[in-house]
């Protein structure tokens, strides 16, 4: 009787410190992100946009690796953005306790992508490393745009708009340096032509 006792009560002690043990472990790994929504007033055409950072937090108690990327939902009326249209700089970084990390977010819209409304859902986790430690741990932020129609030609040329704004001015001054150059390319052929004439 003694010793079934003493088993009972190290199966119990077992089981109580090993809930302890969870929670504690669970404790640690912890994130936040910020804001908790964006979104982008303006209907957009096919093009690069710079969007706003969102601001990744390490609410735990331990030092963790972390990762943002674009969570999939089941179901959404919004129409779910392809992961290439959105890119996160750094996309993944490591944090202290209480540390946090600002993410950079651009949206690549595409010449032939969908029209409608867009919902995205930028998601922050610490990475696992398969003790199981972090499994179910993430923070997400709302992401909400609107691509609205365009025909190729719009298309096409909302893209080189893009091109050039982003890169201003260094695009524009590639783009004066290289119509000069056409420009005197045709004035040379055309006086060669004219010297030409002339001594005949």
């Not at 119990?12 to 910020?34: N, R």
């Amino acid at each position: 009787m003694k010793s079934l006792l003493k088993f009972l009560v190290v199966v119990g002690l077992s089981l109580v410190i090993g809930g302890l043990g969870v929670s504690y472990v669970q404790a640690q790994a912890g994130v936040g992100i910020m804001p908790g929504i964006i979104r982008v007033d303006e209907a957009l055409l096919p093009g690069h946009y710079n969007l706003p950072s969102v601001q990744v937090v390490n609410t735990g108690q331990v030092a963790s690796e972390y990762e943002v990327e674009l969570a999939r939902m089941a179901e959404q009326k919004e129409l779910q953005a392809p992961p290439e249209f959105i890119s996160f700089s750094p996309k993944s970084f490591h944090l202290e306790p209480g540390a946090n990390q600002v993410v950079s977010l651009s949206l690549d819209i595409p010449i032939k992508a969908k029209p409608g409304d867009y919902l995205a859902y930028i998601e922050a986790h610490p990475v696992a490393h398969g003790n199981g430690m972090t499994i179910g741990i993430a923070a997400a932020t709302k992401l909400f745009f609107t691509i609205k129609p365009a025909n190729i030609v719009v298309g096409v040329f909302a893209v080189i708009s893009s091109f050039f704004s982003i890169r201003a001015p260094i695009s524009y001054i590639v783009l004066g340096v290289v119509l000069l150059g056409i420009v005197v390319f045709f004035l040379r052929r055309r006086i060669s032509f004219e010297v030409r004439v002339g001594r005949k």
